[in-house]
């Protein structure tokens, strides 16, 4: 599977805003649906966002819908998650992950999905 790799997390205020990246070493991302997902100490990973192959379909989990947008970057073959209006309540590890399965508003990684990477944190907080 593809390996990803993730970064741009950081520590904000409420209210701020964050750019998250998604990149791989040695393949075209243009290939794959990539999907954002996160995850909060102590929950289950929940999907965030994703885009399709060729970046015209864009799916938003409820609660991020008209804060956070997905875009695609072809010439530096990367995907990203700009987030404004960021709130306590984003605060997790976020993930991106190859070939998502998104329907409106319900984004989930394939069965058996097993390459994540690390992640980059965001905390949110005064």
């Known amino acids: 599977q593809v390996q990803l790799v993730e970064s741009g997390g950081a520590l904000v205020q409420p209210g701020g805003s964050l750019r998250l990246s998604c990149t791989a070493s040695g393949v075209t991302l243009d290939y794959y649906a990539i999907g954002w997902f996160r995850q909060a100490p102590g929950e289950d990973r929940e999907g965030v966002s994703c885009i399709d192959d060729r970046g015209r379909k864009t799916y938003y989990e409820g609660s991020v819908k008209g804060r956070f947008t997905i875009a695609r970057d072809k010439a530096k073959n990367t995907v990203y998650l700009e987030m404004n209006g960021l709130k306590p309540r984003d605060k997790a590890v976020y993930y991106c992950?190859?070939?998502?399965?998104?329907?409106?508003?319900?984004?989930?990684?394939?069965?058996?999905?097993?390459?994540w990477g690390h992640g980059t944190q965001v905390t949110v907080s005064s």
């Open positions: 992950a190859t070939k998502p399965i998104c329907m409106g508003t319900i984004i989930r990684p394939q069965p058996g999905y097993n390459a």
